[in-house]
């Protein structure tokens, strides 16, 4: 079963908007990641927040995690044509063991020039 | 880059053959893991290993195996392959719990 829950499923805004992607989990967490895919490709990681951290910046990124709504979000601020990509929330639950992260459905972002 | 590299690429195979699909890291990372990607899907976990002959199932692992013999490779079977193991297959790792993962650029497989 799905962890991670991303909304909306897709995202279409002008180049130099912002966009805000949102994921909602459902188990205690260790942390929570956020992967980019661009077409074709695998998974690039892009931040991490700990279960007990609440807002994280990386560049033009900052991602918010609310663990007592089970949720996350992630900022991407001025867009560019090249964040054009999907964008996956992974989960480290509590108690998973080795079984790894558990991904979302996905994002799908479009930067229109 | 983290080293980690899958073989092949693209894959187009006939119903009830076997396939092995290979994921070769030189990172040394204990955790290897094997997901499929399906429209709708998102990613979805096979088989993982957690060291070496150290394995176990994923959500949907019927009608896969692995192997892990040495450290730096993690084989996906499919024993006898059918149209619905048509996806894309991404082999990750990660080195310790709690840190990010680091995945290989995929292999598309079309069962025919």
């Known amino acids: 079963s799905q962890q991670g829950e991303e909304d909306p499923q897709a995202l279409s805004i002008q180049e130099g908007e912002n966009a805000t992607m949102n994921c909602s989990y459902k188990?205690?967490?260790?942390?929570l990641q956020w992967y980019r895919q661009n077409s074709g490709r695998g998974l690039v990681h892009l931040i991490l927040i700990r279960s007990n951290e609440r807002e994280k910046h990386s560049g033009r990124l900052r991602v918010t995690l609310d663990t007592s709504k089970k949720s996350s979000s992630l900022l991407i601020t001025a867009s560019r044509a090249a964040d054009t990509a999907s964008y996956f929330c992974?989960?480290?639950?509590?108690?998973?063991?080795?079984?790894?992260?558990?991904f979302g459905k996905g994002t799908h972002l479009i930067i229109q020039p | 880059d983290a080293g980690i590299t899958q073989s092949p690429r693209h894959k187009v195979t006939e119903t009830g053959t076997p396939v092995t699909l290979r994921c070769h890291q030189t990172?040394?990372?204990?955790?290897m893991y094997w997901y499929r990607q399906d429209p709708g899907h998102g990613l979805r976990l096979i088989h993982y290993?957690?060291?070496?002959?150290?394995?176990d199932k994923g959500e949907v692992s019927d009608g896969y195996s692995v192997s892990r013999s040495k450290t730096e490779d993690f084989l996906l079977t499919l024993e006898s392959a059918t149209s619905s193991q048509t996806s894309v297959y991404f082999c990750a790792i990660i080195s310790s719990r709690n840190t990010e993962a680091f995945f290989g650029q995929g292999t598309r497989l079309t069962v025919v």
């Open positions: 188990t205690s967490i260790n942390n």
């Open positions: 290993s957690y060291g070496v002959k150290d394995t």
């Open positions: 990172e040394n990372h204990r955790y």
């Open positions: 992974a989960t480290d639950a509590v108690g998973g063991g080795a079984d790894g992260l558990t």
